[in-house]
């Protein structure tokens, strides 16, 4: 059977360097089997059916392509749809009533406990607020995300060790839902 699903790559085509042009990661996808391939952006979403492996294993396979093709390596997580559409589902945050600037999830490649973040004090963020959900954390940054203490705060090593974390604003979420619905 076959699945869509989104590859989110950590840290590409920002600032000049790691660049990945997404012409060549499409070809590079198809190379892997994968149909239907799609990019989002720039900023390293690619969406495609797959008809083996899981979301593991198709990180790993991606990740060794480019690191292969492109001669660096990249953090990849894959999602599939239903879990994709879960995440907007079950956003805490009123999303219909925010700008998607002042919303953002970042996705973990794996669940988080929520005694990594004990040490924060939500009190001294506010506006700005966070949620954990399922291997995701919601960010609502009134401002946006340059402007944003809190998300300083949330993106500290000692806050992601042992995990692949990679953020998307809220319009990506929602279109990533949109590129991977059958």
């Not at 989002?40 to 979301?55: M, N």
């Amino acid at each position: 059977m076959a699945t869509r699903y989104a590859a989110l790559l950590r840290g590409i085509n920002v600032g000049g360097s790691r660049k990945v042009p997404m012409a060549e990661l499409r070809t590079l996808l198809e190379g892997l089997g994968l149909q239907d391939v799609r990019t989002h952006l720039q900023s390293g979403q690619a969406v495609f059916t797959a008809r083996h492996g899981d979301e593991e294993s198709l990180a790993a396979e991606t990740a060794a392509a480019v690191e292969r093709h492109f001669g660096f390596g990249v953090d990849v997580i894959v999602r599939d749809h239903a879990y994709l559409k879960a995440i907007v589902d079950d956003c805490p945050f009123p999303a219909a009533d925010l700008e998607p600037k002042q919303l953002h999830v970042t996705y973990f490649s794996a669940p988080v406990e929520p005694e990594r973040f004990a040490g924060i004090d939500p009190a001294a963020y506010l506006p700005e607020e966070f949620r954990l959900g399922d291997r995701a954390l919601y960010l609502y940054a009134p401002d946006g995300l340059g402007r944003s203490t809190l998300a300083d705060v949330l993106a500290r090593p000692r806050l992601t060790k042992g995990v692949v974390a990679t953020s998307r604003n809220w319009n990506t979420v929602t279109k990533l839902v949109e590129l991977t619905a059958a």
